[in-house]
């Protein structure tokens, strides 16, 4: 019999996936935060009474320091994970609305002490090579399916 949850936990976010000149602008995730090291795109939670579009905005100025435009929404995802914590067993669901955005130049994160802690832009060869976060993997799929 499977563990019984003790505790959900349910997070809304909302990412860009940028690709230009066969570039994607990946984001490092910071030390301590569960991924730490691995790439991720560009974005992050919606907070309380905030339009997706706009927390997809903040998170990728936050991360990147460049604006972007959104081209679409590329869709919207579902992940579920259950981890054993302290002995419990604790659910976790995140919804990833996902947007298709154009943007340009120089990427720097402009968020002190947040969860990222470099950004860049990286071939999409090079990112096979890379530890990188299933969402980068389903959103490269998604943009596919787009075109």
């Known amino acids: 019999m499977a563990d019984e949850l003790v505790e959900k936990r349910q997070r809304l976010s909302a990412y860009a996936v940028i690709v230009k000149d066969g570039q994607i602008l990946l984001a490092r995730i910071a030390g301590g935060y569960p991924g730490a090291g691995s790439w991720t795109l560009p974005g992050?939670?919606?907070?309380?009474?905030?339009?997706?579009?706009?927390?997809?905005?903040?998170?990728?100025?936050?991360?990147?320091g460049l604006a972007?435009?959104?081209?679409?929404?590329?869709?919207?995802?579902?992940?579920?994970?259950?981890?054993?914590?302290?002995?419990?067993?604790?659910?976790?669901?995140?919804?990833?609305?996902?947007?298709?955005?154009?943007?340009?130049?120089?990427?720097?994160?402009?968020?002190?002490?947040?969860?990222?802690?470099?950004?860049?832009?990286?071939?999409?060869d090079e990112v096979t090579q890379v530890p990188t976060v299933e969402l980068v993997t389903r959103a490269l799929e998604m943009l596919?399916?787009?075109a």
């Not at 309380?48 to 936050?62: I, S, T, V």
């Open 44 to 64: 992050g939670g919606v907070d309380w009474g905030e339009h997706p579009d706009a927390a997809m905005h903040r998170e990728l100025y936050e991360e990147t």
């Open 68 to 124: 972007g435009e959104v081209i679409s929404l590329l869709g919207v995802d579902s992940l579920r994970l259950e981890r054993k914590r302290n002995g419990r067993m604790i659910g976790f669901h995140a919804v990833r609305i996902i947007y298709h955005v154009d943007a340009a130049g120089d990427p720097m994160v402009t968020e002190t002490d947040g969860s990222v802690s470099e950004s860049r832009w990286m071939s999409l």
């Open 144 to 146: 596919a399916a787009q």
